[in-house]
T-cell receptor, first 112, second 113 residues
């Protein structure tokens, strides 16, 4: 079946540091891939997405590239801010399945 | 107003009580979902509905039931709450074009004592 594996947290880093959160997936067919962000006390918000191989999703300085050959969708940001402290979820949706599969989430803590 | 509204935001209930969590959406989406979130486990799908007459069990439906009262409303019930149902519950909607992603509500924090 479909699955999403992302790196465990918490990830703690200083402001202006480079952030990478690894995400790999297993799926039949050609899924769409997503990153969601959950700020404290809030629901999940769509951060970025990619719907086919080699697509790059980007938003708010975050980027992720859909790599079919390595079944990965790693999230990166070049210079994090304290306001980026949140839990980040990688997810996939198989178009033939119609539902989403989420990773376990990675907590990111950015210190001043 | 939020696109997806969940009520209540927080609830404490006793073991054995019946409780209903409500979700309404203004997105006009046909598809609605209920997830629960537990620390370190991500989101687990409880039930989903692709239209008013279509209700499906998710990964962890035992102990839960749902009702799709209208396109815009999808409620989740715990018939007899137990402590291990203490969790954060999210409702979500999506278009039939799944490439657009989900829209989530703000969640209901449920504590069963």
């Amino acid at each position: 079946g479909n699955s999403v594996t992302q790196m465990e947290g918490p990830v703690t880093l200083s402001e202006e540091a480079f952030l990478t959160i690894n995400c790999t997936y297993t799926a039949t067919g050609y899924p769409s891939l997503f990153w969601y962000v959950q700020y404290p006390g809030e629901g999940l918000q769509l951060l970025l997405k990619a719907t086919k191989a080699d697509d790059k999703g980007s938003n708010k300085g975050f980027e992720a590239t859909y790599r079919k050959e390595t079944t990965s969708f790693h999230l990166e940001k070049g210079s994090v801010q304290v306001s980026d402290s949140a839990v980040y979820f990688c997810a996939l949706s198989d178009h033939s399945w119609g539902k989403f599969q989420f990773g376990a989430g990675t907590q990111v803590v950015v210190t001043p | 107003d939020a696109d997806v509204t969940q009520t209540p935001r927080n609830r404490i209930t006793k073991t054995g009580k019946r409780i209903m969590l409500e979700c309404s959406q203004t997105k006009g989406h046909d598809r609605m979902y209920w997830y629960r979130q537990d620390p370190g486990l991500g989101l687990q799908l409880i039930y989903y509905s692709f239209d008013v007459k279509d209700i499906n069990k998710g990964e962890i439906s035992d102990g839960y039931s749902v009702s799709r009262q209208a396109q815009a409303k999808f409620s989740l019930s715990l018939e007899s709450a137990i402590p291990n149902q203490t969790a954060l519950y999210f409702c979500a909607t999506s278009d039939s074009q799944v490439g657009y992603g989900y829209t989530f509500g703000s969640g209901t924090r449920l504590t069963v004592v």
